[in-house]
C-alpha cells in the first residue's frame, strides 16, 4: 500500500483522513491485513484514531491473529519537527480477543466489539473493534473517467509546479466536474452499501504529546516482522 501523508493537530477539531484500500501487493491475498483509511480528529480532551480494514467486508468477516494493527503517532512543538514517538498496537486471537499496548504505558485486552468499547483501569485509553458501514465517500466511476480524460488529452492540462493536473484545467471537460459525477448523473458513493472492519481507539491527549501539541499519525498492518501496509 502507499502511503499518504495526514496530520492531526491537538486542539483543533478538524478530521484528517486518506484511503488506500488494495494499494499494496502483500495484502489483496490477505483482506484483513488491508489498510482502507486512517481517521483522525480531536475529542475534547482526547485524541481519536481510526482505522478500518478488510474492504466489502461480510459479517463473517475477522480481524487477522496473525497481523499486527498499528496507529503510529509522533508529536512535537511545531510542524515537522516531532521529536516523541508512541506507537498503540493491537493483536486479535482467533476468538477475536484483542490485546492493545500504548507504548509501555498502557495494555487492555478483552472484547471491544460492544458499543461501549474496552477501556483500560484509569479511563484514558477505550477501543472498539468490529463490523461498521465503510464511512469514506469514492466516486469510481466519476475516477474512472477523469482518469480515462486524463491519459487521452494530459498533453493539454495545466500542471502545478509538482507536475501534477490541475482539476480545472478549462470550462470544457474539467477534470472536478467528471470527479463528480458518475457518466453524467451526480456522483455516486461507491462505498454506500458496503462494510468494513473498523479499529477505533480514543486516548488521552497526554499519552501521545511528550515532544509537544502537534501530532502526526500514520497506521500499518504488520505480518510475520514484515509490514504489509501503511496509511498516514
Request: proline share 3%.
Amino acid at each position: 500500500m502507499g502511503l499518504v501523508a495526514t496530520l492531526a493537530v491537538l486542539g483543533r477539531a478538524s478530521v484528517a483522513r486518506s484511503d488506500d484500500f488494495g494499494d499494496g501487493p502483500k495484502t489483496t491475498a490477505v483482506p484483513a491485513a488491508d489498510l482502507g483509511n486512517l481517521y483522525t480528529w480531536v475529542d475534547g480532551s482526547n485524541l481519536a484514531l481510526a482505522m478500518t480494514v478488510f474492504p466489502a467486508a461480510t459479517t463473517e468477516a475477522k480481524f487477522a491473529a496473525d497481523v499486527q494493527y498499528v496507529f503510529h503517532t509522533s508529536s512535537g512543538a511545531a510542524f515537522g519537527q516531532t521529536t516523541s514517538n508512541v506507537d498503540i498496537v493491537c493483536t486479535f486471537d482467533a476468538a477475536q480477543k484483542i490485546s492493545c499496548w500504548v507504548g509501555l504505558a498502557v495494555y487492555v485486552t478483552g472484547d471491544a466489539s460492544t458499543k461501549e468499547g474496552l477501556a483500560s483501569a484509569d479511563g484514558k485509553f477505550r477501543v472498539f473493534a468490529g463490523l461498521r458501514a465503510d464511512p469514506f465517500f469514492f466516486n469510481l466511476v466519476g475516477f474512472q473517467s477523469a482518469s480515462e480524460a486524463y491519459a487521452v488529452s494530459k498533453d493539454n492540462f495545466q500542471t502545478d509546479p509538482s507536475g501534477c493536473p490541475w482539476l480545472d484545467f478549462g470550462a470544457a471537460g474539467s477534470l472536478r466536474t467528471t470527479l463528480m459525477t458518475s457518466a453524467g448523473a451526480p456522483a455516486v458513493d461507491t462505498y454506500k452499501n458496503l462494510n468494513t472492519l473498523a479499529i477505533v481507539v480514543n486516548i488521552d491527549k497526554s499519552m501521545v504529546t511528550f515532544g509537544g501539541p502537534f501530532v502526526s499519525a500514520w497506521a500499518s498492518t504488520n505480518k510475520a516482522q514484515t509490514q504489509t501496509g501503511g496509511d498516514q
